[in-house]
């Protein structure tokens, strides 16, 4: 496992480590955005769908009621999932996530209610509110996320 602490001290912030991650990414991986409601999970993975999409304007929406959103980007699919209101892990199964996976990227808000069904192969991301508007993010990821949370390192102030 690697791990990587990252001051994030404004939206602008967040916003660039979404963009930062959005270059690394590559079909199969799957992104958990874990963090208090406020945290920023939504802010970075809209940041992430628009850098990935080449379109900086590209209507995000959260997928709170929906539960997911799939956007067709350069790096391939990106299905954002919403967890949030999930009732139980096995309901994931019919909002596509077995195709998500095959094929796909998967950025995963609220993980935690996918008990056993998250995949082990992850890049797992906790944003915690600092003060204000700052966060910092603990990135952990696998063995295939090695060299690009060691390359996000080299390339992020302070990181």
Known sequence: MSTLDIELPDLDATTRLGAALARGLRRGDVIALRGDLGAGKTELARALIR??????DLIV???TFGLVEVYDTNAGAIWHFDLYRLDSPEQVWELGFEEALADGICVIEWPERLDGVLPARRLDVALHVTRGDARRATLTGESSWHDRLAALAQEWPGG
């Not at 850098?51 to 900086?56: R, T, V, Y």
């Open 51 to 56: 850098a990935a999409s080449a379109d900086p």
């Open 61 to 63: 929406p959260s997928p």
